[in-house]
């Protein structure tokens, strides 16, 4: 029962996998062409190129980690493991924090308040987005300060005294305070720029209401995609914060190996839908998706026998 529970749990991690670096891998490559025909980046293709690029190595990260621990426990021990702890936090921030510059280059993009100090910002939105990017490298030092100094201190742990055991399991758990800051500071600006959208969403459509032009103008319609992209990422940030701390409480062995394996098949799902969501709302990605899959159903449609 274990065994075949492994093999599915395990077929679908390849599944999420695969899709996600897809998914990925189809938004840095419509980019890219986009770029070499216009021979300029748009700075939310740029955004969005990094964001796609970031997460298809988080993905490959969050392969080799499962691959390791749940086949080949061994292999996850001295340098791998600290290969593995350190390129994740990395590519983990990269990702976290481009979704949330993307958050801020569409509220700032699309919002429309008369404040002095908004005006201000969005005028230099990109030296904003330089700052934020920056700044948030100072959290990502300090996170790997942080890990470094746990591998150090698994590393002077043989397994078999008690207490160094105790020990290593409080440096385990160390990591659950270090995660909660460094999703919550990305989390929080993110859902700040929702909240703010939203406000300047109901303005809006109080504007064209008090007008009699109707609220479904393309403003409206462009505040409802961005709204989207947020909140699907806000939802898949906390849901993917909440499988990684299962799996860092499952790992010091509170929890049975098949919950382990669960929550990583679950972890790999967050990386990989929020990608097709981005390619569902985005109208250049939606385009050439469907153009591309265009052949395929003209093959599929050919292949299917008529009814008589």
């Not at 993905?59 to 600290?82: C, D, E, I, K």
């Not at 990109?126 to 700052?131: Q, R, S, T």
Request: proline content about 3%; aromatic content about 14%.
């Amino acid at each position: 029962m274990k065994s075949a529970m492994l093999t599915v749990l395990s077929t679908l991690v390849m599944v999420e996998f695969v899709l996600g670096n897809f998914a990925n891998a189809f938004i840095a490559l419509v980019n890219f062409i986009d770029w070499l025909k216009r021979q300029k980046l748009m700075p939310g293709d740029g955004i969005l190129t990094a964001l796609a690029v970031s997460r298809m190595a988080l993905l490959w990260v969050m392969l080799m980690y499962f691959h390791s621990t749940v086949f080949n426990p061994a292999l996850y021990s001295g340098q791998v493991r600290t290969t593995v702890v350190i390129s994740w936090a990395v590519f983990h921030h990269f990702s976290t924090w481009f979704a949330t510059i993307l958050c801020m280059f569409y509220f700032f993009k699309i919002a429309n308040f008369s404040n002095c100090f908004f005006l201000y910002l969005k005028k230099h939105i990109h030296n904003v987005i330089l700052l934020v990017l920056l700044g948030s490298l100072l959290f990502l030092y300090c996170h790997i300060a942080l890990m470094n100094a746990k591998e150090i201190a698994l590393a002077s742990d043989d397994g078999g005294n008690l207490t160094q055991k105790n020990s290593t399991d409080t440096v385990h758990f160390s990591n659950i305070p270090v995660l909660t800051v460094v999703n919550l500071v990305p989390f929080t600006m993110s859902l700040l720029c929702l909240l703010l959208l939203i406000h300047s969403l109901y303005k809006h459509v109080k504007q064209m209401q008090l007008s009699g032009r109707g609220s479904q103008d393309p403003s409206t319609k462009i505040h409802v995609k961005a709204l989207q992209t947020m909140l699907s990422f806000l939802f898949l940030l906390a849901a993917y914060f909440f499988f990684v701390m299962a799996i860092v409480w499952s790992f010091s062995g509170q929890h049975s190996k098949p919950f382990f394996i669960l929550c990583n098949v679950l972890a790999f799902t967050c990386p990989s839908i929020h990608s097709f969501v981005l390619i569902l709302i985005s109208k250049k990605l939606n385009q050439t998706f469907w153009w591309m899959l265009g052949p395929v159903r003209c093959r599929l449609n050919k292949q299917t026998p008529s009814k008589s």
